[in-house]
């Protein structure tokens, strides 16, 4: 009988299995086992994939240091968090064109200094397609930060999150010129529809937007500019204080074609819960739309542990069934959620 061994898989099976793990643990557990191994780990055509914290940085500072200095030209995916502080990292590893393999890129825990010096230099690198930044310091301006970043020519994928909401910027609309190839966006913090139309006017090849932070409380009377975004066929958005109104004049003046739409709203705006009004709205605006998502978010009173919010019952009419997007109301000593959806969505926990 054949005795088999680890050794005995391909090389090709060894890609597959690497592929989901951090570069440090490859080389931990593989390097110098033996011959092959060490050959495989030398190859330049193995990728790596490189994902450091502060507790794993502190651990094995020198293996990476290694790892970063000789393989910049194999690494295609560089994951980084580390403390706010440690600026040392960024200043002895600086991103620049040697990582030309280089395809995505997260940025955790990092200072608007060293953000705005690592976005001036990304613009060198070929085959950078996705970002993802996250500040963690609250931010009122983030102009330069999205200025960078629309620089960079041939990123696909977009995440921007900072603390704080964002109460200027003065970014223009773009002109031709300054169109790029995104195509996935995600806005993780709190702007109004105006900040959001100026970001996207940037984005003509958009087919998915995430807005997980927006507001309009005090926003209510600014024009929206109308552009062409006939590919965008995913919006998933959470709102505050958002008017339905303020969110029907979104959809029409994007010219989407949506076939997703997702929609958490965290308010007292009671108008959400119009069954007839959002009937009018898909039926007019978005007659492609495939899957519909709606979740009402309000507080309980304290005193009487009740809530005045009740969906409408017209939810429940041929429109709604005939799609099987369904009704369930949730409470507990907190806060009420209402929510439409698939029947496969209402099923799961809406506390969760």
């Not at 600086?94 to 613009?123: A, K, M, P, Q, R």
Request: charged share 20%; proline share 3%.
């Amino acid at each position: 009988m054949p005795i088999t061994s680890i050794e005995n898989l391909s090389n090709e099976l060894f890609y597959e299995i690497f592929d989901y793990l951090d570069g440090n643990e490859i080389y931990q557990a593989f390097s110098n086992l033996n011959h092959r191994f060490q050959q495989f780990l030398d190859s330049s055509s193995f990728p790596l994939k490189i994902k450091i914290n502060s507790s794993s940085y502190k651990s094995y500072m020198n293996i990476y240091q290694q790892l970063l200095f000789n393989n910049k030209h194999r690494i295609i995916s560089l994951h980084l968090s580390l403390p706010l502080q440690n600026n040392e990292f960024f200043l002895s590893h600086f991103i620049d064109s040697s990582f030309n393999y280089l395809e995505s890129l997260v940025l955790f825990n990092i200072s608007l200094f060293i953000l705005l010096s690592l976005l001036t230099n990304l613009t060198c690198l070929p085959r950078l397609f996705s970002l993802t930044t996250d500040t963690q310091w609250i931010l009122d301006d983030l102009t330069e930060v999205y200025r960078l970043i629309f620089l960079l020519p041939k990123l696909k994928y977009m995440k921007c999150s900072t603390r704080g909401t964002v109460t200027f910027m003065s970014l223009p609309i773009a002109k031709k010129e300054q169109l790029t190839s995104i195509e996935y966006l995600v806005i993780n913090h709190s702007c109004t529809f105006k900040q959001v139309s100026t970001i996207i006017s940037y984005t003509p090849e958009l087919c998915h937007l995430n807005l997980m932070k927006s507001y309009d409380k005090y926003f209510n009377n600014e024009m929206l500019l109308p552009m062409n975004l006939f590919r965008l066929t995913y919006l998933s958005i959470k709102m505050c204080n958002v008017m339905l109104n303020k969110l029907k004049l979104f959809i029409t003046e994007t010219g989407c074609n949506l076939k997703v739409l997702r929609v958490i709203i965290r308010s007292y705006e009671r108008d959400c819960l119009d069954a007839d009004r959002w009937q009018e709205l898909i039926t007019n605006y978005l007659p492609n739309l495939e899957e519909f998502y709606l979740q009402y978010h309000e507080k309980v009173d304290s005193e009487t542990a009740m809530s005045y919010t009740l969906p409408s019952d017209n939810f429940r009419s041929l429109f709604w069934i005939e799609r099987q997007w369904l009704m369930n109301v949730q409470m507990n000593s907190l806060k009420i959620v209402c929510s439409i959806g698939p029947y496969r969505y209402i099923e799961t926990n809406v506390f969760s």
